[in-house]
């Protein structure tokens, strides 16, 4: 028989997929996590919130989101870190002095050396600088170029585009009777009038399902446990 | 001895010539040749465990399968872990035991705060002695080998089963940032000292004290 793989703390992988769900960081310095991603350790790792005393200079550098810094904490120490969440495929991403907006609830964690920033777009989050992240899809994220236009349960992100916008179809726009399907839903509705539309050059990302990881409120303290 | 193997990540063949397996109450999904299915009392340890059981709440409802030929178990479409166990001890929850061969005894055991920080109570189930068994998880489970050097720490949501010569202690975080809402939502752990392997699955269940 054949049995399963067995990892230990020294042959897990650096910075790497361990399978499709879960993500191995060799951590030696900090790494800024969503709460309650992590799954395991091996080492000497302390996790602290965004906002404590010796972790002013960090937060100074990477951290510009205060609505989302009670979902924030910053683990550091040495050792070897693994990163899962509801079974969702994880994978990590390089940025090379780039900008990358991502959906709030996708994103694991990342290295500070980049840069976290609130999007103009409401609930996403956009990463600026060099370094690594780690984010979350249902099913694998597949990359498309635009002119695009998706739906935005299937939007992960987007990475150097310009003006992302609404786009509604014209027959949904157009006279009463799209107006009360509009607010009211009767006469029926296809689901899919409203699209986000991308143009000009960048990667847009989509997740191969229309199911989000749950959405949280932001900014509200305590409200996941401890 | 039952033959276990995977057939696809979500479904186990366990091949069958007149042996018998215990495994979790409905979780046949299709079976051919010649297969009998009798109900159990309960997870071993004659009346003792089962006055046990009922007690603690780790209930576990099997039935024994017998036959020729090969069946299928599944159960709502987790992913199934193979453990072949030599002589070793393994700690799982009585709910995410699949199968187990019929020469391994299952017991119930205390495990104190752990459980109970996981949300399953203080008691969990053991599978002890030489055959293969099947365990479910959400995602596949990633299996970690705690050694002398490296101890390891796990999320209490996260954590499946674990075999071999393991302690395990509660480890908090907790101070008080943690109740004016500057947790690190990292806070409880279990620490695993010793030799064993535990297995980790990439999904954190609701625990007792919230998504920890």
Same mark, same amino acid.
């Given at each position: 028989m054949n049995g399963p793989v067995i990892h230990d703390a020294y042959s897990l992988p650096v910075n790497d $997929?361990? $399978?499709?769900y879960v993500f191995s960081v060799d951590l030696d310095g900090q790494w800024f996590l969503q709460k309650g991603k992590m799954i395991a350790y091996y080492g000497q790792i302390a996790f602290q919130g965004v906002g404590l005393g010796h972790l002013e200079r960090l937060v100074a550098r990477s951290f510009h989101s205060p609505l989302h810094a009670a979902d924030w904490v910053v683990a550091e120490g040495r050792g070897r870190m693994l990163l899962a969440d509801r079974a969702f495929d994880v994978n990590s991403y390089d940025l090379d002095d780039g900008n990358l907006t991502i959906r709030s609830g996708n994103l694991l964690a990342f290295q500070p050396s980049l840069s976290l920033k609130q999007s103009i777009v409401p609930g996403f989050l956009t990463l600026i600088g060099t370094g690594t992240f780690v984010a979350a899809s249902n099913g694998p994220v597949v990359f498309m170029e635009p002119p695009i236009r998706v739906d935005p349960q299937a939007l992960v992100g987007w990475a150097d585009c310009p003006s992302p916008c609404h786009h509604y179809d014209h027959h949904y726009m157009r006279g009463f009777l799209g107006g009360v399907r509009a607010h009211t839903?009767? &006469?029926? !509705?296809?689901?899919?009038e409203h699209q986000f539309e991308f143009t000009g050059a960048g990667t847009v990302l989509l997740q =191969?399902?229309? @199911?989000?990881?749950e959405e949280r409120p932001v900014g509200v303290k305590g409200d996941t446990g401890s | 001895m039952a033959h276990f193997r995977l057939q696809g990540s979500k479904v186990l063949a366990v091949d069958l010539a007149g042996e018998a397996v215990k495994a979790?109450?409905? =979780? @046949?999904v299709a079976y051919d040749g010649e297969m009998t299915f009798k109900k159990k !009392? &309960?997870? &071993?340890?004659g009346l003792r465990g089962l006055v046990t059981r009922r007690i603690t709440g780790e209930h576990m409802a099997v039935m024994e399968v017998r036959g020729q030929g090969t069946c299928y178990f599944a159960d709502r479409a987790r992913e199934v872990n193979l453990v072949a166990l030599d002589g070793e001890k393994l700690f799982v929850e009585a709910s995410n035991l699949l199968c187990a061969d019929e020469a391994l005894r299952t017991g119930t055991t205390f495990t104190g705060l752990r459980g109970s920080a996981q949300g399953n109570g203080l008691f969990t189930t053991t599978v002890e002695g030489t055959g293969q068994a099947a365990i479910l998880s959400e995602g596949t489970a990633v299996v970690l080998r705690v050694g002398p050097q490296t101890p390891l720490q796990v999320d209490p949501g996260a954590y499946v089963a674990h075999s071999g010569n393991l302690t395990q202690h509660f480890q908090s975080g907790v101070n008080f940032r943690s109740f004016i809402g %500057?947790?690190?939502? %990292?806070a409880f752990q279990i620490r695993f000292e010793g030799e064993g392997l535990v297995y980790v699955q990439p999904y954190e269940r609701d625990t007792i004290g919230g998504e920890l």
């Open positions: $997929n361990v $399978n499709p839903g009767f &006469g029926g !509705t296809s689901g899919e =191969s399902s229309e @199911m989000l990881l | 979790k109450k409905g =979780s @046949m !009392t &309960g997870g &071993g340890e %500057e947790g690190s939502g %990292e």
